[in-house]
Structure formats: C-alpha cells, structure tokens
C-alpha cells in the first residue's frame, strides 16, 4: 500500500493539478477553410477540453519545402489555446514525412525485412538509423523547441506517434553490428556460443557476416531473431533520444511522451521507461463484441468438463445469481484493464495518459461497431480508475478525405455539436471537470503479473512444443491477469527486470526465458514471505536462447521445490482431468480440467496439492506448493480451464490476504477500481453489462459521490453502463 504521508504529484507540471480532456487535433488539413478552425474553437469549449495533440503530421505544413519554415499557423493555434485557457501537447512531426524528405533522400525509406525499399508515402515508417533521416529530425525539433519554449500553452511534448516497425537497411545492419559488438564485448567467438551457430553450420567467423533476420535468409538461429528484437527496441529508443535532444536542451522543464500501441509485439515498453516523463498509449477495444480467448471457446480448446466445477462458475467476486448478465463488455473491460496496468507500471504507478480512444468508431476493425450510449464515459472512467489522468481522442474533427475520413470523432462532417457523440464527449468532459480531485492519486497494487516481451519473443520465436498459435504467451499471462481483476485486486504489469518488493503475489506465467537475476530475485522474494505463482513452459532458456541444462524449470527448480521431466503438448479439444487431494493447503475439493500444455512433474521438496486423474500422467502432481522462508511457491504444471483457474486464483487471494477493492458481493458485470492519495480513497464502481444495477456498499461507512458530493450510503443504482465514483476519507 501507498505510505498515506506520501506527496502526491499531478502528472504533468506544477501548473496541472486537474485531470485533462482533449484530443488529436489537425487543423493543418483546414488551414484554408480559416472559419472551420473559429468553429473548433467554440466548439472545444462546449466540449469542456483542456488539452489538444496538436502538430503530429504536420511536417509538410511546417517546412512544406526543405529548408523553409512556416510557424505561423500553429503559432495562431498555440496562442489561441492558451488564450481559451488549454494545452497543447505538441508533436514532433516525424510520424509523417514530407514528400520531399521521402523522395529527395530515399534512404529516409525503410528496407523491410526481403529487403525491399518502401517507397515515398503512408506514415510511421522512417529509417530511424538514417542520418539525413536524423539530421532532419533535428533541425524540425530545434526549430519547434525554440519557437515555443516559454509558450503557456506548452504543457507536454508528444514524441513521434506510435513508434513501431523495423528497418533492414544498410544503416541499420551497421548499427546492430555495433550493437552487438558492445553486447558480446567484442568477441565474436561469445557470440557464436550465445547463439548456437555450431548448430547447421552457422558459425559467424567474421562481425560482418552477420545479418539481420530475413524471410529467405538467416531466421534459424534464435539467439540472433532474439538479440535483433531487442535491438529494433534499442534503435527505436535512440531515435527517440535523439528527438529529444534539442527539446530537452531548450524546454527542459518540459515533459516528454509517445504513445503506446496497447501490446504490440515488435517494441519492448518496458525499455521506454528511462527515456520518457510520462507513459501514454492508445486504446481501440471492440466494446459489444465477444472478448477473443484462444483456447477457450466450447468445444475448442479447454471447456472445462472435468471434476473441478463444484469449485464455483463464475470463478470471480460477482454474483452468481444473475447468469443471463451479457458479460462480453465485462470480458473485453479485463483484457483493457490489462494494457491501462501495463502502461501505468512502465513509470512505476504514475499516472499516465490515455492518449487516444475513439468517441465512437475505428475505420479500420472488422467490424466498425460504434460504442452504444454510456459506454464512451465508462471506458474512458475505466482509464480513469486505472491510472489514467487525461482522457483524450483520435480525433477532434473528422478529416473530409484520405485514409481516415471515417474514423470517428468528436465533430462529424455535420460540423455542430448537435450529435449523440459530441453530446457524450461534452457530458464526459463535465463529469472529468467534476471528479477532478482524483488527478494524481494511485492506484495501490498488491499483486504483480510478470508480463515480459523478451521472454514473449523467445517463445514466440521458438520450435515447439506446439506451433499452432496455442503457445499463446500474452493471452496466458492476460488470463491470469484476468483472475485478479475479476476478483478487484490492483494490480501491476510488470517485467522480469522490475522490483518485486512490496508485492504480496506475483504471478509469472510461462516465464520460459529467465532474465539474470529473475530467479534470485524471486527467491529472496518468497523468503521474505511472498506468495509466488509460476506455470508449466517455465524456466528452459536463458536470456540467449539456450536451454538450462541440469532439469527444468532452471534456476526456478529450488524455489518451485519441483522438477519437470516433459512437457507434452495435446491436441484441441483433448483434455485431462486432475483432482485435488484430501484436505489440500488450499482447501479447494473436486478437480479440475487441463489441456494444451501438461508437464510431467516430480516433486522436490514441494507438496503436492493437485495430481493428474488420467493418461501418462496419471498420479503425477498437477499443482504443487513449496514453501521456502516466510512464503511459497506454486507450480502450475498445465494450463488450466478458465474457470477452474479462477477457483484456484480465489482460494489463493483469500489464503494470501489480499483486499479486492470493495468489500461485498458486486452484481455479475460489476467492476471496481481504486485510487488513493493521502486524503482519500476513491472508487469507481464501473457497470459492464446492458441492465441496470444495483450495488450494495458496505455498511457503517461513509461514501460520497465525488461528481455531486451527496452522501451515498446503502446502494448505488448504476443504469446501463452506468458509473459512480465514489469517496472515502481515509482512516
Ligand atoms: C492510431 C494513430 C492515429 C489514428 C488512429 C486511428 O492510434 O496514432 O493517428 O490513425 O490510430 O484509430
């Protein structure tokens, strides 16, 4: 928990101590349409926004020919947001090249993975190791810091826009060479033996033999496709460093972002965090639409059908009594739950920015489902509730052409404010007005679940045991998650690298790949009285890509008290069942069913708490416990039915004293967040399903609704997708 002496800090700068609204703004697309702009400004304060990204695209209309500059136009915008007292969270403009940069300096292009060289156009897909590429870069950046350094409408710079992608030119090649070089300290023969390439003949006797993955060149060698992975993160983070450069030397007090994209595989968030003040990201869920989760649909994949459903269904902190409840907006609310925690832990529980969500549609799911009334404030109140202390959109105004004239916004191509979304969006920029005493509270994580994109690559990249897409790394590690939070436990998303004092669990699924000192970590961790949980397909390979010899699960072997023999992989739909032993640690009876991966395990000093029912396991332990010093350890030894995952999860929450969020039972749908700060706690009580609800708060305390500042005792009626943020003096 949070030290309630603590200082609280808003997120951005001293002037800010309110949570902010606004959204991607492009008024470079209507700068000869002058009255348009008039309009969004009148429009901007119906909408109550506090904040405008302005200038992410912008490079054509701010050096439209090379060399030559043209301010004027966003020194007109900056000085109107600031007169209409907002921000501006200004880009740099390298998300977008001007044509002439493409096209005069090809080598600003990207060469993909055949190597092939894109040619002029799109977006997000410079070569960041080019240095005319770098030396533009800089030249847009230095102009830009120092024509609004001081500006009182500068509040926070918006680096880029959604990093991504890798480049396979001749530049880059160099770079990783060099990259490489520092890591093996120079020696070529370490590297041979980090990566195997005695392996197939693929021994490098020269640095410069060595080239990056390819599809019809070198993707044997998973040391290599490792290494180059995290050297796609180390390139993307220069470039980004390299941006900032002129912005720190002339604006150094103001802070930096860029926006995530939710968990996209290519870059590794986690290395962002150092180089960045503040994390923001980027959420499009498919709100009233079946949550995906491989592995689980009846009758593919794990149902469930064992001994274990007298362990309970609903396998969360709900109420089973309303089983007809629509739960798919409950379901998709954890997968989203995931990403906010995951963002928020980048800079260690500091609030973040939700940079852009939709006010109603994407043009480029599916299916473009719009968000139906009431959801746009309950998942932006999800951010909220996570972490978030601005909430902002893509986009302001709808683009009258190109690629995204129909993607939602708040201004349609109608232009007034007389819409269902703009409506919602300005109903929700009152409500953030209102609530705006949350603005830099936190959200006191008790639990822990090791989420690591190295150790996603390694498994990812490796042969076996099962290449049918059901290795299934992140969807594992979010259904663990997904536990936690049905179970309104605050949670961190953390990786192998990150502290794991202060936890009370932490759970580290399919940690395959062992980062140096995750072990040794983990077990001073479970010495000093930690709970720790650890799964099947745990502990095969070091930080290169090679096996533990000596027997699985590694260097977590002592902690888990446990040895795996083998891992078998099962075909879809088949499935083995387990049950518990007489009077279990975790008092859990019946069983349980698992499928697609099942280890063969011995115990080494753990205690058996569930064994396998049937096949070539039969007898063999299937859940294991081990305790060491003041804490324990457990062993998954095959993935689990969700709901039988759930039971597990529930009797270990109780067993390890962690507190959900609000006391009581919640109808089923129901989801609470929790905030602090050294006056209050603050919970934001978020209803998923299409009905209304009633929730029951706990007796004897004093709740107030933070938006009115009515007394709320007794019980809280949310409509469909209803919220309620609530209040608590604390003590
Ligand atoms: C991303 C980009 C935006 C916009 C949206 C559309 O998040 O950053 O510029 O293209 O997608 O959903």
Redesign the pocket.
Known sequence: MLDPAMNYNPIFHPRVNTLLHGA?YNPDQWLHVPEVIDEDFRLMKLAKCSIMNIG??AWAALEPVEGEFHFEWLDGIMDRLAESGMYACLATPT?ARPRWLATRYPETNRVRADRTLELPGT??NHNYSSPVMREKTQIINTKLAERYAGHPALLIWHIS??YGGEDHSDFSQVAFREWLRERYQGDLEALNRAWWTSFWSRTYQDWDQILSPAPHGERAVHGLVLDWKRFVTHQTVDFMRHEMKPLRRVTPDIPVTT?F?ENYPGLDYFRFADVMDVASW?S?PRWHTPAERPGQAPGDGITGQGPGSGNGAAGDGTDEASPSADLRDYERAADVAFVHDLVRSVKAGKPFML??S?PSM???QQVGKRKEPGMHTLSSIQAVAHGADTIEY??WRKSRGA??KF??AVVDHVGHEHTRVFGEVADLGSLLESISEVAGSRVPAQTAVVFDWENRWAIETAQGPRNDGRTAYLETVITHYRQLWKLNIPTDVIDQTMPLDGYKLVLAPMAYMLRPGFAERVEAFVKAGGTFVATYWSGIVNETDLCFLGGFPGPLRGVLGIWSEEIDALPVGETRSCSFEPDNTLGLDGGFTVGELCDRVHTEGAEVVARYRDGMYRDLPALTRHESGAGEAWYLAARHAEHDLAAFYRALASRTGLTPNLDGQLPAGVAVGLRENASYLYYFVQNYTPDDVTVTLPGGRNFTLVDTGESCAGTLHLPVYGVAIVREARG
Do not use: A, S, V
């Open positions: 991607d992410i695209f998300g977006r997000h826009n959604e926006n994209m980027d499009y940079m852009e939709t994407t043009n480029w893509f986009q690629w995204e993607h939602g």
